[in-house]
């Protein structure tokens, strides 16, 4: 019972580290720019595809689960595992089998047979063996068919051609060298044995070696077992049938992320699909460091795909990638049942332990138990740990679906009673009131509203020109971007009078204008450059590492450049500004050196380049309030901290004259994320009282990122 409990809880904190495992390809291992691009195919995969594939997988693992128990049988082992019980070994192997390069998890079917269900080891080997050769001899039937029927269509490929002649070759020498080749190497030996045995010195190591020659004996035996029970046409007949079950399944599961996303390779035909996922096979294959074969198995697929003249190769990597995402996902969630039930249905070594006498166990399993107790315990909480941070590093990439479009929660005729309706300028802001987020404009005169983009990406971070004909803004790669990536964003340009827009620099966020022809942004999360919008002629402002005591690739939000004093003031890690307080903190940059300014975010210049102001996490209910602070001494007080329904100021935003300020505020710190909740858009007089604070949004989708101008 104790051991059954220590088998459990070892099986739940391996499969915490592998699920912790699969997390951290999402929140390390993609890069920022593509992260986007797979949530999004993975978001529109089919799910009735993805059922079929589930299906799929279940049919296949029976067949092959019974070739197994087949060929074990076969081989003349006297003790054959159950049906069910070969599922399990079975299943469990599909999960283990490319955890590690070159298909090195293939052992653990050994190891489950062996060591849980007590099949002697030369029948877990040449079972194994023999499935493997018979496995590329049903990979040339699928590549033979796949041979003729473009040779019956447009004509047979360069690479279809290339892929024969290498399963050919693969099948020719993984028959040949298991059933005639080993089984003459194994006679050699057991000859070398017998002539080495006459010799004095080999007595002092005849036991040492003797279980390896009587090893290589009974496989060879077992071999020749299976080829001489006349079942070889029956196996090859199984064989292809669980390979074309498995490149089925994989064609659907391809199917069911391209179908939505890519169109256009859904449509290839089925022989280029089918062609690609053998590319992706063998990549996998290869002996290339790589955690569940991830980048090896997408290379492969991919370059297949470049050879079949495929040129969105982008698409074909992040298809190829999400199939592969799809089947781990349900091969290791299947896997780490068919581990738990293997353990609950099985006694290691139940005849040696019955062998055992009373007193052994006594005297024994008290520092055994506690041992295992430990080393369990230890698993378990590492792989639980690791989960818990994956888990939480998720929570940080920002929502992963759009925010719902919300509702007027307020007629906009009675925006017109506002005090401040006979200012004239404009407040451009973000909002996804429409379906997704587009800039919009609202006339401060007349408090009517325009939309001024219509996009079906994701736009944020208006910002105006100083004489206010222009706006750049931030628009994502794909339909939904959180703002927790800065990467995945370009900056586009807009002609205010003739609304036309052009694209004027990629992988970039945070635009800010440093003058009516010149702005700067943040590129690759690390580099802040800036850009004449009309000659697009570009140079770099910062980079951490380089001429400055900020660590190198350290990642920045929203910097801000003074082209007056030439300081650069920014958000980062409080670990990379050298802070400890709080998680992000703020910083300036005055001619290579940082200091530290205040826990919080948002750091920016006053329109006049003399002062600075942000927001802070001390503010009415322990939500935001904004502060001014001094450049030099860095001294701050409060400019303001709303009281009442909306106390979470976010997004501050001087105007050009200095006159005004325009911010955006959530009813709470829980309602913090700036591109999911109800955030709405203020306009305040600078040194006037908080509670004249103009709200100017009535809605209770997302508003973000405002900007003024008062001409």
Not at 71 to 95: A, H, W
Not at 188 to 205: C, G, Y
Not at 422 to 444: C, E, P, Y
Not at 473 to 493: E, G, I, K
């Amino acid at each position: 019972m104790i051991k059954n409990v220590l088998r459990i809880a070892l099986s739940i904190g391996v499969s915490f580290a592998i699920l912790a495992l699969l997390l951290q390809l999402f929140t390390t291992g993609l890069a920022d720019a593509d992260r986007p691009s797979v949530f999004a195919v993975l978001q529109a995969s089919s799910v009735s595809f993805v059922l079929a594939y589930v299906g799929l997988y279940f049919v296949s693992l029976f067949v092959r689960a019974y070739r197994y128990r087949l060929l074990i049988d076969l081989g003349g082992e006297s003790n054959v595992p159950s049906f069910r019980q070969m599922i399990l070994v079975t299943g469990i192997r599909n999960m283990v089998v490319d955890m590690l390069p070159a298909r090195l998890g293939e052992p653990g079917y050994i190891a489950l047979l062996n060591r849980g269900y007590g099949v002697k080891l030369q029948h877990c080997v040449s079972s194994l063996s023999i499935s493997i050769a018979f496995d590329f001899v049903a990979l040339l039937v699928v590549v033979i068919f796949i041979v003729v029927k473009q040779s019956l269509g447009q004509g047979i490929t360069g690479w279809a051609i290339g892929a024969l002649v290498m399963a050919s070759a693969l099948s020719a020498i993984a028959v040949f060298g298991l059933f005639r080749i080993t089984p003459w190497l194994i006679k050699s030996i057991e000859n070398f044995k017998s002539v080495k045995s006459a010799l004095p010195d080999w007595q002092t190591e005849q036991n040492r070696r003797a279980k390896a020659i009587d090893l290589l004996h009974n496989f060879n035996q077992s071999l020749q077992a299976v080829l001489g029970s006349g079942k070889a046409s029956l196996i090859i007949l199984i064989s292809v049938v669980i390979r074309v079950l498995k490149y089925l399944g994989f064609y659907l599961l391809f199917q069911a992320v391209a179908k939505n996303s890519f169109p256009e390779l859904a449509a290839l035909p089925v022989e280029h699909i089918v062609s690609a996922l053998i590319g992706g096979e063998v990549g996998a294959s290869l002996p290339i460091p790589a955690f569940m074969s991830f980048g090896v198995y997408e290379a492969g697929s991919s370059l297949v795909f470049q050879l079949l003249g495929v040129a969105d190769q982008a698409a074909t990597f992040v298809s190829m990638l999400c199939v592969h995402i799809w089947s781990q996902l349900i091969e290791y969630l299947l896997g780490g049942v068919f581990i738990v039930t293997f353990v609950l249905s099985n006694r290691w070594q139940t005849e040696l332990r019955d062998q055992e006498s009373e007193l052994n166990r006594l005297r024994n399993s008290n520092i055994r138990n506690t041992v295992a107790f430990i080393v369990v315990g230890i698993v378990l909480l590492m792989g639980a740990v690791f989960l818990t941070v994956q888990l939480w590093t998720t929570t940080k990439l920002g929502a992963l679906s759009a925010p719902p479009t919300g509702s007027v929660t307020r007629s906009p005729q009675r925006l017109s009673q506002q005090p401040m309706n006979r200012i004239d300028g404009f407040v451009v802001f973000s909002s996804n009131r429409d379906g997704n987020h587009d800039i919009f404009r609202r006339d401060l005169k007349t408090f009517e509203l325009d939309k001024l983009t219509n996009h079906p990406n994701t736009e944020t971070y208006p910002r105006i020109s100083p004489n206010g004909e222009l706006l750049v803004f931030s628009r994502a790669h794909q339909p939904w971007v959180s703002q927790r990536n800065t990467v995945a964003w370009d900056v586009y340009l807009l002609n205010l009078e003739t609304m036309q827009e052009r694209k004027i620099a990629s992988n970039g966020t945070a635009p800010q204008w440093l003058n009516n022809s010149e702005i700067s942004y943040l590129r690759d999360a690390t580099v802040v450059e800036r850009v004449n919008v009309n000659t697009l002629a570009s140079s770099v402002i910062y980079q951490g590492g380089v001429n400055n005591n900020m660590p190198a690739g350290a990642r920045l939000q929203n910097p801000k450049f003074n082209d007056v004093t030439k300081q650069l003031v920014f958000t980062a890690r409080q670990s990379d500004i050298g802070s400890n307080t709080g998680h992000w903190g703020t910083a300036i940059d005055t001619n290579g050196k940082h200091r530290a300014v205040l826990n919080g975010c948002e750091l920016s210049w006053t329109s006049d380049s003399t002062g600075l102001y942000q927001v802070t996490p001390d503010g009415a209910d322990g939500t935001l309030r904004i502060v001014s602070v001094n450049p030099k001494s860095l001294e701050h007080k409060t400019l303001i901290n709303l009281r009442g329904e909306f106390t979470h100021e976010y997004w501050p935003k001087d105007s050009s004259n200095g006159e005004y300020m325009v911010f955006g505020a959530s009813r709470g710190s829980d309602q913090h994320e700036h591109d999911t909740q109800d955030y709405e858009i203020f306009l305040w007089k600078l040194g006037s009282d908080s509670g004249e604070a103009t709200r100017l949004t009535f809605h209770t989708g997302n508003d973000n990122w405002p900007d003024v101008f008062v001409r």
